[in-house]
């Protein structure tokens, strides 16, 4: 209850009111209830928010890790390629 509505002593505002009746107008008990209620959804989601970060943080890493060795195989296949380019000018120019 709110706005005096369980005001025992017949008062017209909390001033008069000497039974300690709740005075608050019920707009502020509406608000202070969703309130309570958006910061818990805004610490669920917030939670959700922090596990997706890791998660997509390892997957980048893994990623990158992956690439990584694609770069590596590649530059040992180029290092393959010239030593054959190198063996067959040899084998075509042999040295006298």
Known sequence: MSDGADCKCAAWNSSECGCDADWTPQETIDLRVENTSLLAL???????????????????????????????????ISKLKEGILLLREQLTNPRR
């Open 42 to 76: 805004l610490k669920e989601m917030s939670a959700e928010i922090e596990e997706l970060t890791k998660a997509l943080a390892l997957e980048i890493r893994e990623r990158v890790a992956a690439e990584q060795k694609i770069v590596e195989k590649d530059m040992e």
